[in-house]
């Protein structure tokens, strides 16, 4: 199984603006996180759900945060895509878990736009 990793020009910019030790952090943090996806089928112990997004039944949400380190957390997303034989990891983010909550609600917003409109209004 492969892992093919995506970062958004969002998550470009954020981590131009990390220190070099830190960004080596991060790399090694995420190819952990690639093995660690690519040979278990539970959830690597630095990942979590910030919120539960209702998505109906249609989907599913696979947003997730990847604690880093004591300050810094990577937003991300990941999917099994069965016909590749592959896992589709999307890195959104990189910020200081300060202002997690406001990436995260904005990166939803965006993804999930249309489903979370059309639950308001069918809801």
């Known amino acids: 199984m492969d892992i093919l990793i995506e970062s958004t020009k969002k998550f470009e910019s954020d981590i ?3 220190d070099k030790v830190t960004k080596t952090k991060i790399v090694a943090k995420i190819n952990n996180l690639s093995e660690h996806l690519k040979n278990n089928s539970n959830i690597h112990k630095d990942l979590y759900k910030l919120k539960k997004i209702n998505l109906g039944d249609s989907l599913e949400d696979t947003m997730y945060v990847f604690r880093i380190d004591k ?3 990577i ?4 999917e ?3 016909i ?4 589709n990891l999307t890195l ?3 910020v200081n878990h300060d202002n997690l909550e406001k990436a995260f ?8 736009q ?3 409109n059309k639950e308001v209004n069918n809801g």
């Open 80 to 82: 099994n895509d069965p």
């Open 16 to 18: 131009k603006k990390i």
């Open 92 to 94: 959104y983010r990189c």
């Open 84 to 87: 590749f034989d592959s896992i």
């Open 114 to 116: 249309y489903e979370l």
């Open 105 to 112: 609600r904005s990166i939803t917003q965006s993804i999930y």
């Open 71 to 73: 300050n810094i957390r």
């Open 75 to 78: 937003i991300i997303s990941f």
